[in-house]
């Protein structure tokens, strides 16, 4: 059965920065990208950044491109967020997600963790 366990969320000052990470478990887990969604209250869980495996390639959403930056281990199950120049929309609840190895669809999800941003 696979695990995600994110971790790093916090309260921090607008302008500030947090390192969220994800870590996924499960036997002989494999997948195809990794990502991270979030959800603020009273919205829909948005996509926020993601990572494929093969070749490295990213995506980030515009609203924190410039400012967020997925990276990660693939030898090791394991995404970053580094989320910098934090606004106060950015304050949710952020997600990891990974897809299985024969589908690109996100198919295992974190409980998640808060973030907060205060002025």
């Known amino acids: 059965q696979v695990q995600l366990v994110e971790s790093g969320g916090g309260l921090v000052q607008a302008g500030g920065s947090l390192r969220l990470s994800c870590a996924a478990s499960?036997?002989?887990?494999?997948?195809?990208?990794m990502g991270w969604f979030r959800q603020a209250p009273g919205k829909e869980r948005e996509f926020v950044a993601s990572?494929?495996?093969?070749?490295?390639?990213?995506t980030h959403a515009d609203a924190v491109k410039g400012r967020f930056t997925i990276s990660g281990d693939n030898a090791k199950n394991t995404v970053f967020l580094q989320m910098n120049s934090l606004k106060l929309e950015d304050t949710a609840v952020y997600y990891c997600?990974?897809?299985?190895?024969?589908?690109?669809?996100?198919?295992?999800w974190g409980q998640g963790t808060q973030v907060t941003v205060s002025s």
């Open positions: 997600a990974a897809t299985p190895p024969e589908k690109y669809e996100y198919k295992y």
């Open positions: 990572i494929r495996w093969s070749g490295g390639s990213t």
């Open positions: 499960g036997h002989t887990f494999k997948s195809i990208a």
